[in-house]
């Protein structure tokens, strides 16, 4: 069994552009909805991601907090794409750029489509009391924030969000 420790965190500004050493693109989708998560019909989140030329399917535990059960399996491309097309929401595109800084490996999600205008850096970690070094960048976190979850964007699209 695979446990995830991730930290989320939105981000301030454009600073890590310029230290970012890959981008890759990414679409994924969910065989099921945040509703079904939140009626506890479902325990955890079933996602297809295409990443670059390559495929996974995921299940990932629906817990708060920064730490999860999580379970990635590489699939055909192929597989991925007719599932793509079987799932339920909208499906979330953005690109992903991997950002070293301070020993760690930063993920800085800029998000396309209806998620447009989001920008989320996670961080992965060892053990849940690791500590890192913040980059000037990084905003609030937002790791227990749920609206912030991928399936939560799937469902209700950060453009839809209401603007304070």
């Known amino acids: 069994m695979g446990i995830e420790i991730e930290r989320k965190f939105l981000v301030a500004g454009d600073g890590w552009r310029g230290a970012a050493h890959e981008v890759v693109p990414m679409a994924q989708g969910y065989l099921n909805d945040m509703g079904a998560m939140d009626r506890g019909e479902q325990k955890?989140?079933?996602r297809v991601r295409l990443q670059g030329g390559q495929a996974y399917l995921?299940?990932?535990?629906?817990e708060?907090?920064?730490?999860r059960q999580e379970f990635d399996y590489p699939i055909p491309v192929e597989d991925a794409r007719a599932l793509l097309a079987l799932c339920v929401g909208g499906l979330v595109d953005k690109r992903r750029h991997l950002v070293r800084h301070a020993g760690h490996l930063w993920e800085v999600d800029e998000f396309?489509?209806?998620n447009a205008?989001?920008?989320v850096a996670?961080?992965?970690l060892d053990h849940a009391d690791e500590t890192f070094e913040r980059p000037d960048w990084l905003g609030d976190?937002?790791?227990?924030?749920p609206r912030y979850y991928n399936l939560a964007l799937a469902s209700r699209p950060?453009?839809?969000?209401?603007?304070d």
Not at 158 to 163: K, V
């Open 44 to 46: 955890a989140s079933v």
């Open 141 to 145: 976190e937002v790791t227990d924030d």
């Open 58 to 62: 995921n299940l990932k535990s629906r």
């Open 64 to 67: 708060l907090g920064h730490t």
């Open 158 to 163: 950060y453009g839809l969000w209401p603007r």
């Open 122 to 124: 996670e961080i992965e």
């Open 117 to 119: 205008g989001l920008v």
């Open 112 to 114: 396309l489509g209806d």
